[in-house]
């Protein structure tokens, strides 16, 4: 029997209220077979909606630092005040099983991936304006004033880090034009066309 051909890893990064998790949603639509998420550990609180070892896994900070100490996690960070991490077995072993895995981090957590693991594809959603990327984080309507602040001021720190991707993808007014780039980066880097 043919060996099991190992899945590509994609590391998949943007400030938020890009539009990551909407692209994402549509090559999951089209590709989920082959694909995995990786579900992410975080120490922020469930936004509504949210489920418990499927959006994150939702742990407190003393077992988040349990996890850094047993060397759990692929790459871990803080972002706007919480911390998140990658499992790192899950990974590997969806990896191993031929799973196309999807990681949706941001960039200081990218940078210990494509470091740890240089055969991962990279790509970084830009937004078309700063000022588009404010209206679509005030329009999803999940965030306090506060957070959205917050995360603004984070996304101009992270804009930065765009070209240390391998491909950078404007989500601007069109969606289905950027959710098509992301397609063929799929195709290309997945060995499928
Ligand atoms: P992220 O996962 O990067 O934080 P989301 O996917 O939650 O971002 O998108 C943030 C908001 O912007 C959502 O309300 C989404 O419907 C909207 N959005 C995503 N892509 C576009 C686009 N190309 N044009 C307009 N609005 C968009
Ligand atoms: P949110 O709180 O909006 O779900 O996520 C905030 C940011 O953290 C997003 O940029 C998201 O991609 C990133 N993130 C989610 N999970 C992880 C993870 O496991 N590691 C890192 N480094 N970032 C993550």
């Known amino acids: 029997m043919e060996a099991q051909k190992r899945g590509t890893l994609f590391v998949f990064s943007g400030p938020s209220g890009v539009g990551k998790g909407t692209l994402n949603a549509k090559l999951f639509a089209e590709f989920g077979e082959q694909m995995a998420f990786s579900v992410s550990a975080t120490t922020r609180a469930p936004r509504e909606g949210e ?4 959006h994150y896994f939702f742990i407190s900070m003393q077992e988040f630092e349990n996890r850094i100490a047993n060397n759990d996690f692929l790459e ?5 005040g919480n911390r998140y991490g990658t499992p790192k077995s899950y990974v590997m072993s969806l990896l191993e099983m031929g799973k196309n895995v999807l990681l ?10 494509m470091e740890r693991m240089p055969e991962c594809v990279s790509i970084f959603v830009l937004p078309p304006s700063f000022e588009e990327l404010e209206r679509r984080l005030r329009g999803r309507g999940t965030e306090t004033e ?5 995360r603004l001021e984070t996304a101009r720190g992270e804009l930065a880090y765009a ?19 992301l ?3 799929y195709l290309k880097e997945t060995g499928r066309v």
Request: hydrophobic share 35%; glycine share 8%; aromatic share 8%.
């Open 51 to 54: 489920i418990d070892g499927t």
């Open 76 to 80: 871990h960070a803080q972002f706007a």
């Open 104 to 113: 949706e981090i941001e960039v200081q957590g990218a940078m210990q991936v």
């Open 146 to 150: 506060e957070k959205i602040l917050r």
């Open 163 to 181: 070209d240390k991707y391998q491909y950078q993808i404007v989500n601007g007014g069109d969606l289905e034009a950027a959710y098509q780039e």
């Open 183 to 185: 397609r063929s980066i």
